[in-house]
């Protein structure tokens, strides 16, 4: 049985501390998440949670967790930079990034796993090609074509819709 009183002492006397930390690394967008997540796992693992000195223990937690976040946003943004070879603004981020997913969706299953190599596990051009069984001229040339063909639906299609 879970020590509730102790946990939500714990909870309103720390949270603000976790939350600060959490804005600290991540920003105002993201941060109660952050501390909401931290409470959950630490609501989870109470019986590891040190009663003492429970503080590290809680920005630990909420470390890892903004370091995650961090790493998964890298990866979206470059797979983003990948697929359209620019860097986007803000405002366009959010339907950039939907159609560089439906994209990448209608890539052949080879293709795929190439530009997932090279964009969320950040492999080189030669890693890649080793991984998906090519030359690395052979994927060289791969992503040239997907590149020049994804570019054709991010630059030229709004275009055509704007006559």
């Given at each position: 049985?879970?020590?509730?009183?102790?946990?939500?002492s714990m909870f309103?006397?720390?949270?603000?501390?976790?939350?600060?930390?959490?804005?600290?690394?991540?920003?105002?967008?993201?941060?109660?998440?952050?501390?909401?997540?931290?409470?959950?796992?630490?609501?989870?693992?109470?019986?590891?949670?040190?009663?003492?000195?429970?503080?590290?223990?809680?920005?630990?937690?909420?470390?890892?967790?903004?370091?995650?976040?961090?790493?998964?946003?890298?990866?979206?943004?470059?797979?983003?930079?990948?697929?359209?070879?620019?860097?986007?603004?803000?405002?366009?981020?959010?339907?950039?990034?939907?159609?560089?997913?439906?994209?990448?969706?209608?890539?052949?299953?080879?293709?795929?796993?190439?530009?997932?190599?090279?964009?969320?596990?950040?492999?080189?051009?030669?890693?890649?090609?080793?991984?998906?069984?090519?030359?690395?001229?052979?994927?060289?040339?791969?992503?040239?074509?997907?590149?020049?063909?994804?570019?054709?639906?991010?630059?030229?299609?709004?275009?055509?819709?704007?006559?």
């Open positions: 049985m879970r020590d509730e009183s102790g946990f939500t309103q006397q720390h949270y603000e501390s976790v939350l600060r930390y959490a804005w600290r690394r991540v920003g105002p967008a993201d941060a109660a998440d952050i501390a909401a997540e931290t409470f959950k796992i630490a609501w989870e693992k109470y019986d590891r949670v040190p009663r003492d000195q429970p503080l590290p223990w809680l920005y630990a937690t909420a470390r890892n967790l903004a370091l995650n976040l961090i790493r998964r946003t890298h990866r979206r943004d470059a797979l983003t930079t990948l697929v359209t070879g620019t860097e986007e603004d803000h405002a366009a981020e959010v339907a950039t990034r939907q159609a560089a997913l439906a994209a990448l969706n209608g890539l052949s299953e080879s293709d795929r796993e190439l530009v997932l190599l090279m964009s969320w596990e950040e492999l080189d051009l030669a890693q890649a090609a080793k991984v998906v069984g090519c030359s690395k001229a052979t994927a060289a040339m791969r992503v040239h074509r997907l590149r020049r063909r994804l570019r054709h639906l991010f630059v030229e299609e709004p275009e055509r819709s704007m006559r």
